[in-house]
């Protein structure tokens, strides 16, 4: 599979990941909508971005500059909430960055 085809794939299954706590959480739909395509275009930037740095790493970097323009939003109403956030964001970012290295072609 194409690198940018399986970014997209694993960036829907990481938003899925991602939104189920908020469902649960009973967060308003906009978010939801929010987080999941934040994690398709991770996907596609980890995927189709050349920056010297490999797997993991590299999922991590892109997935934390992709959250800061979010992040003046979030944390303006919530700053506590950007905890959860971050982690997330470092836990499924090195994922979709270590698998897409891993699997791409």
Avoid: C, H, R
Avoid at 39 to 61: E, M, P, Q, R, S
Wanted: overall charge positive; aromatic content about 8%.
């Amino acid at each position: 599979m194409k690198k940018t085809q399986l970014g997209i794939l694993l960036g829907i299954i990481a938003g899925i990941i991602d939104v189920i706590p908020m469902i649960i959480q009973k967060l308003t739909l906009d978010a939801n909508i929010s987080a999941f395509t934040f994690w398709i275009l991770a996907g596609f930037f980890i995927a189709t971005t050349n920056i010297n740095l490999k797997g993991a790493l590299k999922g991590v970097v892109i997935s934390i500059l992709l959250l800061i323009p979010l992040a003046f939003i979030i944390g303006w109403q919530e700053p506590i909430s950007l905890i959860p956030i971050t982690v997330m964001n470092i836990i499924l970012g090195s994922l979709l960055g270590f698998l897409i290295d891993k699997y791409g072609k």
